[in-house]
C-alpha cells in the first residue's frame, strides 16, 4: 500500500485505482498530472493496490483488481461473492484509520473506474457515515446491492456522503451515459452531489477534475483547531 504521507494528520483519503493498475502507479499519475503530489498538509492520502486474481473480462488472466465480474457493462449482473471479498479490504483500510484516531466523517473514500465503483460501494453500501465520495469515470450495474441497501436502509440526504463524480464524453471504455444514469439512480435513492463531464476527454483522469476534486476535499475536510488535532 502507497502512502502520500507518514506525518500526524487530522483526516483521510482512499484513493482507489482502476483495474489493472496499482497505488504507486496512480501516485505517479496524479504527479503527472499536477506537476506535484495530490495532497493537503493535514490530509493522509491512502492509494491501496488491489489484490491479483483472475478476471473474467480479461479472459480470466490475473490482474491487480478489486473484485471480479462477468463484463464491463452496465446490464451484467454484479459478482457479489467477489464484492464482499473487496468489502474486507475496504473495511479495512477505513478501521485502520479509525484505530489511528480519525473519525468516519473526517474519511473521503473515491477512486478512477473500477475503483470508483468500489468507493461507491464503499459509501453508500458498506459505511454511509463517511464524510464524501468520488468517482471518476466509474459507473454500478443496474441492480447493484448499492441500490438496494439505499431502498432498504431510506436514510435522508443529512445522513448520506456527498458525491463528486467526473465522466469523459469521449470515453469509450465506460461510456458517458453509464455514469450519468448511475449519478441520477443514486439521486434519486437522496444522495447528493454533482455529476461533471469532461469535455475532449477519454477513459482517463484530467488535471481540471484532480484540481476541482481537491478542492472540493478541502471544503469537507477542514483542518482542526491545533487543541481538537492534538487529540487525534
Known amino acids: 500500500m502507497a502512502a502520500s504521507s507518514i506525518r500526524k494528520h487530522s483526516a483521510s483519503v482512499i484513493f482507489f485505482h ?5 497505488g504507486p502507479n496512480l501516485i ?8 506535484r503530489d495530490f495532497d493537503l498538509s493535514h490530509i493522509k492520502l491512502i492509494y491501496p493496490t488491489a489484490p491479483t486474481q483472475k478476471y473474467t473480462p480479461l ?13 464491463v457493462n452496465i446490464a451484467a449482473q454484479e ?21 489511528l484516531g480519525i473519525p468516519l466523517n473526517r474519511i473521503i473514500v473515491g477512486g478512477f473506474s473500477m475503483g470508483g465503483a468500489l468507493a461507491l460501494h464503499a459509501g453508500y453500501h458498506l459505511n454511509t457515515g463517511l464524510a464524501g465520495v468520488f468517482a471518476h469515470s466509474s459507473f454500478l ?7 438496494e441497501s439505499l431502498e432498504s436502509q431510506k436514510p435522508t440526504q443529512s445522513t448520506l456522503p456527498e458525491l463528486r463524480m467526473y465522466h469523459g464524453e469521449r470515453d469509450t471504455l465506460v461510456p458517458l451515459e453509464w455514469g450519468l444514469e448511475t449519478f441520477e439512480s443514486l439521486q434519486k435513492l437522496g444522495v447528493t452531489g454533482t455529476f461533471t463531464p469532461l469535455k475532449n476527454t477519454l477513459h482517463e483522469l484530467k488535471r481540471s477534475s484532480l484540481l476541482d476534486l481537491q478542492e472540493w476535499i478541502a471544503k469537507k475536510l477542514p483542518p482542526l483547531s491545533t487543541e481538537i488535532a492534538n487529540k487525534l
Open 141 to 147: 450495474n443496474r441492480k447493484s446491492i448499492v441500490y
Open 28 to 35: 505517479e499519475w496524479v504527479r503527472f498530472l499536477l506537476g
Open 59 to 71: 479472459n480470466g488472466q490475473l490482474s491487480t483488481v478489486w473484485f471480479d465480474r462477468r463484463s
Open 18 to 22: 482502476g483495474s489493472g493498475d496499482t
Open 79 to 99: 459478482s457479489r461473492k467477489s464484492m464482499a471479498q473487496s468489502y474486507e479490504i475496504v473495511n479495512k483500510l477505513i478501521q485502520d484509520e479509525v484505530d
